[in-house]
């Protein structure tokens, strides 16, 4: 095989949450443009349309899907249409993506923020990957891709609810790892960081965005598609060895 074949996605489906902007739709893009076919899920419905469009337009294949990822009967139903995406009942990959931020201190935080976070980060990762597991594959093509963060790894100030579920999610990716190596499914995480609506609050203060780019080696935000390509690397038979792993691409902000 070519080097750089081990890198396609052609044949191969996928279902990404959180994809209706952001590094979820870079991703999304990405998968397609190595050759997946792509289930775009966002619970805003209008934005994963319009990425599934623009991948369409562009000769991909994809197809959108309203997804609240805190609905395990929505989850359960968005898993089953991305089977079907591919016409042979399988689902590859799964990226586990959305997400959300509730800011607060500590003393501060409520107990509604504090769950819906969770519940929209872990909870919507464990829904997702138990959901789309019937349809994983064993022959070494399976992968779930989870969503962690630099607070998850070393905390964060004033998103203790953020940094909690991130940390959750780094927990159950080594589990997961372990639990379905025997099906040569590989779990592994990605703790990104990028210019992305999520992140538009930090940027948009001078104080905390000087603050983060002191905290950046590199000394810049990376756009969405800088961080898409390590996903395929995951997602792809270039990464069939890789398992349990959790990869920073956040410019050296964890070392």
């Known amino acids: 095989m070519a080097y750089l074949d081990v890198f396609s996605l052609a044949g191969r489906t996928a279902l990404v949450t959180g994809a209706g902007s952001g590094i979820g739709a870079a991703v999304a893009e990405a998968f397609a443009a190595a050759g997946a076919a792509v289930l775009v899920t966002d619970v805003d419905g209008a934005a994963a349309e319009a990425v599934a469009a623009r991948i369409t337009d562009a000769g991909g294949t994809a197809a959108h899907h309203l997804l609240d990822v805190r609905d395990r009967a929505a989850a359960d139903a968005a898993a089953a249409r991305a089977a079907g995406l591919g016409g042979d009942g399988v689902v590859h990959v799964l990226v586990n993506n959305a997400g959300a931020i509730a800011p607060a201190l500590f003393g501060k935080l409520e107990e509604d923020a504090f769950r819906q976070i969770v519940e929209i980060h872990l909870m919507g990762a464990f829904s997702c990957s138990q959901a789309v597991l019937p349809f994983l594959p064993d022959d070494g093509t399976g ?6 963060s630099a607070a998850g790894l070393v905390g964060t100030i004033g998103q203790a609810n953020y940094g909690a579920a991130k940390a959750g999610i780094v927990g159950l990716t080594k589990s997961l790892a372990k ?8 779990v592994n995480a990605l703790a990104p960081l990028a210019a992305t609506p999520m992140t538009e609050g930090i940027r948009a203060n001078e104080k905390l965005a000087a603050k983060t780019l002191e905290r950046i080696p590199l000394g810049r935000w990376a756009e969405p598609a800088e961080i898409a390509a390590s996903f395929v690397f995951l997602a792809s038979d270039a990464a069939s060895y890789v398992t349990g792993q959790v990869l920073p691409v956040d410019g050296g902000t964890v070392i």
């Open 143 to 148: 992968r779930i891709l989870n969503v962690t």
């Open 179 to 186: 639990e379905l190596a025997r099906r040569q499914v590989t």
